[in-house]
């Protein structure tokens, strides 16, 4: 399916969207379920997915019970394990339907889920005419301290699509967080040609950047001005609208590999860069699993919301 059109939602809109599907992720977070407890509980089908493993913690069994009081049917799977979720999608696309809506919170999900469901949608053809995902992140106040944690992984987000394939030099471009060392490993293991920084800036926790910026002076004395971006953690369009201009200069020389470590909404519209231009190549480090207790991950501030319309190939636009 192609993706044709993006804009962003405010979150006191969406009550007067009229919703097919909800998707969710169970995390150790509780703002996990706070759209959940938010919308319309009369939307006919809810998913959810957690990850399937034997310790689940009481504060995760304790938003596993706060879903399924929300009507939430459950999903076990692993975070590498493609098969449920690619399922899931199709279970829910492959209908005789002019529009489908899909409300999906990702707050919580690793980022190869969503990855997943992006991917798999615009990959197949399904039935559906149109398919309308509106995407929720909900904010949090974000760690003060780099965390010290091992890193398990450094490469593509998914294997079979972001591999760097060509001979061109690479250009990197990075959003920072808190964990200087996790960025400098990857940067160590790509050795880019070129290093574009980008720097969250996030109005309901405005102390995050200076820390980012702090964190990262290493790295970021390397770098030139023009190599270092702000961008607003919670405005999805203008992030693509940056990101799509930087990224479309660089590829012209380059390969263009996204590593997004910031906040997800960067995450998310470097994803929905990469449908519109699969040879934009993007990774993941993913980092040995910390338990968190129930008092991190508050929500922090109402969802940042982003609704994206992929239609069928064979479909005609509007």
Known sequence: MELIHLQEIIFNDLPRERFDCFIAACGYQ???????????????RKYLLTIDEPDQLNNRCKHL???KQQGFKNYYTAVNESKAIEDL?????DINSDQLNLLIDYSCMPKKWYALIIDSISRNNFRARKINLFLSYTPKLFERNPEKKSIDYIGPMLYNRDNLKDKKPVSMIASLDNNPAFIIEAVNKVRPQHLLAFIPQCAHDPDYTRLVLENNKTLLDRLDNKSIIPYDANRPKDINAILTSHCLD?????????????PKTFSMMSLL??????????WEIVAGERKTDAGHGLPAANPVIVKVTFLNDEADID
């Open 89 to 93: 999608v199709s279970e829910i696309c």
């Open 273 to 282: 860069l990469s449908v519109r231009y699969p040879d934009i190549k993007l």
């Open 65 to 67: 019970e706060i879903f």
């Open 250 to 262: 660089e590829r012209i020389t380059s390969e263009v590999l996204i590593l997004p470590q910031g």
């Open 30 to 44: 509780p703002r996990c379920y706070y759209l959940a407890e938010k919308i319309d509980s009369m939307i006919p």
